[in-house]
């Protein structure tokens, strides 16, 4: 009989706990997982997949007013938030029950409460129970996080922006990463008027800047009013209940709602952690070894809680490589080139492999291919939204390394590209490929002409 109690104790039930804990118990391992907020993580509930349900709905708007030119002509269109909030909750109600039958169906021990580290090999509950297990799991995800300024009580974040009581007026968006770009996007689709206020020149930090000045132009092309260069100092609320945003500029925006997009940190909030000598990185996150091993040996952590990208493909696989190098005979560490990542702003972005300057600081001799049209779509639409592709090649071994895209789609197509890019596809390769006609996706195999 095993002196502890389980073999691995996870905490947290997002993406990459919950693949971690039914692998480990698939392989014959006794596994607890412990969760004390929603099955599934930020991903299922507060993250990916309401968002891109929002993301959805807020394109309506265009696709009627596009539809003119194709010939269709429509009565009073409205917009319902309440609608929209309760078939979300739904969906989002449907998808925890779907991961406690998971975990359920591999024999998983599922706990719902709060796990905290008390040693390197016991977790407590809420205080009622303790758990002994011969590997603890640090899965606890990212949480928003919101500098400290004069009226910071009066801000939201992306946890609450999806049941807001009442649909504003005015947004004031403050951030420039994906998240911000994202919600300005949905509010901007759904009629709001909306503000974004970024510290930068161009949007979007450590992605391509040819894709950013593209998705910079294309975001205030849609309508979202963009205060660049710009920082807040203070929020006030005023005599008629609404924000004053007052920028280091002189400006001032009145808005209903302001909504903080400004970077998410790992989530250790009570925790235990200084219980257990876990060694931190400078940017706060977890140091781990190729296999997610802390400095402590029964100490484990992967997903958001580490520094590698925030993605939830990510996370699953990481959990994967976990499973299987602890109880499935050992596995090799996972790879992170080469992983495909999208940002669902209005139109969409898509890349994998290296950026530009990536490339040129690291490979030395690069050829750039670049497309800039107008999407079939369009044409008759009537919108001026422009479709963007890159490709970047390594000039000595003629590898494919890095492809962008900014237009409608972008995920989708890009997803197909990345799995040849994995598999180190070259451009004499590329340019054998056949086009699908009349498509978007073709653009990237008819690209002959090198732009610099």
Request: aromatic share 8%.
């Amino acid at each position: 009989m095993s002196e502890y109690e389980y073999d691995l104790v996870v905490i947290g039930g997002g993406s990459g706990g919950v693949r971690a804990a039914r692998m480990s118990a698939g392989f014959g391992a006794r596994v607890a997982i412990v969760e004390d907020r929603y099955w599934g993580g930020t991903c299922v509930n507060v993250g990916c997949v309401p968002k891109k349900l929002y993301y959805y709905a807020s394109h309506f708007s265009e696709a009627f007013k596009d539809s003119r030119g194709f010939g269709w002509t429509g009565g009073e269109r409205v917009f319902d938030w309440e609608t929209l909030k309760g078939n979300r909750r739904t969906e989002i109600a449907r998808l925890n029950g779907v991961y406690q039958k998971i975990l359920a169906g591999a024999n998983v021990e599922i706990i719902d409460g709060h796990g905290r580290i008390l040693d390197p090999h016991r977790v407590d509950i809420d205080g009622k129970r303790q758990l002994s297990a011969r590997h603890i799991l640090i899965a606890t995800g990212g949480w928003p996080h919101i500098p400290d300024f004069p009226g910071r009580e009066h801000v939201i974040s992306s946890n609450e922006v999806f049941d807001l009581p009442e649909l504003p007026k005015t947004l004031v968006v403050v951030g420039g990463g994906y998240i911000a770009i994202e919600f300005a996007g949905i509010f901007n689709g759904l009629g709001v008027d909306t503000h974004q206020v970024y510290r930068g020149d161009v949007l979007l930090r450590h992605f391509d800047m040819s894709v950013r000045e593209v998705i910079t132009g294309e975001v205030a092309r849609k309508g979202v009013q963009l205060a660049l260069n710009s920082n807040v100092v203070e929020i006030e609320k005023t005599e008629n209940g609404r924000l004053a945003v007052r920028l280091d500029g002189g400006r001032d925006i009145e808005a209903d709602t302001v909504l903080y997009a400004t970077g998410r940190k790992p989530n250790f909030q009570n925790l235990g952690l200084e219980n257990v000598a876990v060694q931190l990185t400078a940017r706060g996150t977890v140091d781990v070894d190729d296999y997610y091993q802390s400095s402590v040996p029964s100490i484990f952590a992967l997903g958001d809680v580490i520094h590698t990208q925030e993605l939830t493909p990510v996370a699953l696989s990481e959990g994967m490589v976990l499973a299987r190098h602890l109880f499935g005979g050992g596995a090799e560490p996972l790879n992170y080139d080469y992983i495909p990542t999208a940002v669902f702003s209005q139109p969409n972005i898509a890349c994998v492999g290296l950026t530009e300057e990536k490339a040129r600081a690291t490979l030395g001799e690069i050829s750039v291919f670049e497309s800039n049209f107008t999407h079939m779509k369009n044409t008759l639409g009537g919108s001026e939204s422009r479709t963007y592709m890159k490709i970047l090649v390594e000039r000595s071994s003629d590898r494919v390394v890095g492809m962008h895209m900014v237009g409608e789609d972008a995920g989708e197509i890009i997803q197909g590209f990345a799995a040849a890019m994995k598999a180190g596809i070259t451009k004499t390769v590329l340019d054998s490929t056949l086009g699908i006609h009349p498509t978007a996706a073709e653009e990237f195999v008819t690209m002959r002409e090198a732009a610099r």
